[in-house]
């Protein structure tokens, strides 16, 4: 299994991927340098917004448009000229931390979770944000707040603490929006590198990518079983997320940040976005925030 680059581009902090399926675009942000990025597979051509803030994720909206979790609170974004509406902000009065992962769940929930700029131990959370703009917190005192999946039977969530080196899975009930009885799904191994953001494929299997870790590893929540290692030319990977008419292309985001002069030189691929066309399984449509109510 080879990754090849999709879009050639220098992200300080690549993050956050999600498929459009209407547009057959791939999208991701730079959570520090505040820009959205929208590379349309079919046209290949690569349109980028920037809003000059920190913006830790990004999900897509039933109306098309983008949610987003910004350093000024969640609001929609505008997918051609940016423009924001902000709707809410869990910790407004937390300036020392900002948003980082987010995705919806098969309600059309906003979840998203936040750290400390400085990454300081358990001062983080997860929230979900629903259609109404209820904000609820599901899980308090985490550290880096990364990966987020659900199950293809629904019935379970997963959940990446980065500094952890786990992935938990809690039972999780999408009608009360409520999630209990967590677990140690997958433990990873130092040698691997730190677990970052991830995904589900439709046979339920996690691919994780890893941070310091140059690889996309996918494993089997059931068992806690590595199946296979997606090797990378750069060594800080940070998420992943399946795309492609079929969902069968895997994209796969990087970064730059926390890299010396001489890595970076030894890594002139770090911030680009890698696709493994064909990778032989297949994802599941991203799960969209019901703003239905709120047009």
């Known amino acids: 299994m080879i990754a090849e680059i999709a879009v050639k581009i220098q992200c300080e902090l690549g993050e956050g991927p999600v498929w459009s399926r209407q547009h057959q675009t791939i999208c991701w942000v730079d959570i520090l340098k505040g820009e959205i990025h929208q590379y349309d597979t079919l046209k290949m051509h690569l349109y980028t917004l920037s809003l000059h803030t920190m913006i830790g994720a990004i999900a897509i909206c039933k109306s098309g448009r983008f949610i987003a979790a910004?350093?000024?609170?969640?609001?929609?974004?505008?997918?051609?000229?940016?423009?924001?509406?902000?709707i809410a902000h869990p910790e407004l009065k937390l300036s020392k931390n900002r948003f980082?992962?987010?995705?919806?769940?098969?309600?059309?929930?906003?979840?998203?979770?936040?750290?400390?700029?400085?990454?300081?131990?358990?001062?983080?959370?997860?929230?979900?944000?629903?259609?109404?703009?209820?904000?609820?917190?599901?899980?308090?005192?985490?550290?880096?707040?990364?990966?987020?999946?659900?199950?293809?039977?629904?019935?379970?969530?997963?959940?990446?603490?980065?500094?952890?080196?786990?992935?938990?899975?809690?039972?999780?009930?999408?009608?009360?929006?409520?999630?209990?009885m967590p677990s140690a799904a997958v433990t990873i191994g130092k040698e691997d590198g730190y677990p970052d953001g991830m995904t589900i494929d439709s046979e339920g299997m996690l691919w994780i990518a890893h941070w310091n870790g140059w690889q996309v590893t996918r494993w089997n929540p059931e068992t806690g079983r590595k199946l296979l290692a997606v090797k990378l030319p750069v060594a800080n990977v940070s998420s992943v997320?399946?795309?492609?008419?079929?969902?069968?292309?895997?994209?796969?985001?990087?970064?730059?940040?926390?890299?010396?002069?001489?890595?970076?030189?030894?890594?002139?691929?770090?911030?680009?976005?890698?696709?493994?066309?064909?990778c032989g399984y297949r994802g599941l449509k991203a799960f969209e925030f019901n703003d239905e109510q709120s047009d």
């Open 70 to 86: 910004m350093q000024e609170g969640i609001g929609f974004v505008n997918r051609l000229d940016g423009k924001v509406e902000i």
């Open 100 to 180: 980082n992962d987010g995705k919806c769940d098969p309600e059309g929930r906003f979840w998203i979770g936040t750290m400390a700029i400085n990454e300081s131990t358990a001062a983080g959370n997860l929230y979900t944000l629903d259609q109404y703009f209820h904000v609820e917190r599901k899980i308090a005192n985490t550290t880096i707040s990364n990966g987020l999946a659900w199950s293809p039977d629904e019935q379970k969530f997963y959940y990446i603490d980065t500094p952890t080196m786990k992935v938990i899975a809690y039972k999780y009930n999408k009608e009360q929006n409520e999630i209990s």
């Open 241 to 278: 997320v399946f795309g492609g008419a079929d969902l069968q292309d895997l994209y796969i985001t990087t970064t730059r940040k926390g890299l010396s002069h001489q890595q970076l030189e030894d890594q002139p691929l770090a911030g680009s976005l890698f696709v493994v066309k064909n």
